[in-house]
């Protein structure tokens, strides 16, 4: 028999929809909409949803460097070489205003141009049992057992908290869960108040597990995850390698990198990936995941493997773990980092 299992999306996570491929971000969302009766809710996680959306997309127009263009020298001006260069660059600026333009729609109207706050805007919405919003009087019960676990100091909360939101999330999980027929838990979040970030998982406060246990039964299971596509598989969803994949680079690009409060942006290097043809598409996606500012220039398809020439500070190679997660993607897309001789006579696009 299927376990039934209940899930607690934490705002951390919602937010990462902004870092990821609009397509990845899309698919999940649609796969948590057809479980809303699995999905534990609060007001708290709206508010700090709406209270960070702008600044979560705010940083990623940062990383969206303009494209850099340079006068071409006059020798080359009449040539067929010269003139698709000009174009090119023209174009990429082109673009580049319109990509402006559309996430200051994004930000201004979400409503009608945010796919992620739509989405997640009908979960918020969801009249049924495990969504704790107006007008629902057991808000107040609840409020009032997260002030007092907040007061003494329970978990889970931060060192520096002054407002016992996690807490309140925390009362609401243990209701939903008492109230349901043998349903286990999972948080899906990657604050550390509710746990320890182990490798790619993360392990639960030992005090949450036993209070779980007293408050619900020790036969319940309750466990904490970083990665929304741990909880996709809970219900039942397809999850694909691709979404993986991205939801891992996501996560190391979350982890701040010890001692660099300033990254130089010269000198520059370049490195080369090589993959199947088939997991191109998969790549430029991760790529898209790394902090900072990136070139990516990719060749043509040779012998059913591309290629991608990255270009980027020399400092980001140990200050963010490029060269790691580079190695990283080189491993899940089954390719190889490096330049192989068949793409060294080959002009890149």
């Not at 698709?84 to 580049?96: E, G, Q, Y």
């Not at 039964?217 to 219900?235: C, G, M, S």
């Not at 997991?279 to 493997?305: H, I, Q």
Request: glycine share 6%; charged share 25%; aromatic share 8%.
């Amino acid at each position: 028999m299927a376990e039934n299992w209940l899930i607690f999306v934490d705002t951390n996570i919602m937010l990462d929809f902004y870092r990821k491929p609009g397509e990845n971000a899309g698919r999940q969302i649609a796969s948590l909409r057809k479980h809303l009766n699995s999905i534990i809710v609060t007001e708290q996680v709206k508010m700090e949803f709406l209270n960070n959306r702008q600044k979560a997309i705010s940083e990623m127009l940062e990383q969206m460097a303009a494209p850099r263009t340079a006068p071409l020298p006059m020798i080359l001006s009449g040539s067929r070489s010269g003139k698709a260069l000009t174009k090119a660059m023209n174009d990429a600026v082109k673009r580049h205003k319109e990509a402006k333009k559309r996430a200051e729609l994004i930000l201004a109207e979400p409503s009608r141009y945010d796919p992620v706050y739509q989405g997640l805007s009908r979960i918020f919405s969801h009249p049924g049992p495990l969504n704790l919003k107006r007008p629902n009087e057991e808000r107040f019960q609840v409020r009032e057992m997260a002030e007092k676990r907040f007061k003494l100091g329970y978990p889970p909360r931060k060192a520096k908290d002054t407002s016992f939101g996690d807490a309140l999330n925390w009362e609401w999980l243990i209701k939903c869960t008492q109230a349901s027929e043998n349903a286990n838990v999972l948080i899906v979040s990657r604050d550390s108040d509710y746990g320890l970030p182990q490798g790619e998982g993360s392990i639960l406060n030992d005090w949450l597990k036993a209070e779980f246990e007293a408050r619900v039964k020790p036969t319940r299971k309750i466990e904490l995850t970083p990665k929304l596509t741990v909880a996709l598989k809970k219900l039942a969803e397809v999850v694909t390698p691709e979404d993986e994949a991205v939801e891992t680079a996501v996560l190391e690009a979350s982890r701040p990198a010890p001692g660099m409060s300033y990254l130089p942006l010269e000198p520059r290097q370049t490195t080369y990936l090589t993959v199947p043809a088939k997991s191109g598409p998969t790549a430029k996606k991760l790529f898209a995941t790394l902090p900072g500012e990136l070139d990516v220039l990719d060749y043509p398809e040779k012998n059913g493997d591309v290629a991608f020439a990255l270009t980027y500070p020399v400092s980001y190679e140990t200050g963010l773990n490029y060269g790691k997660r580079l190695s990283q993607f080189a491993i899940m897309l089954g390719g190889e980092r490096g330049l192989p001789p068949k793409f060294q006579e080959t002009s890149v696009n």
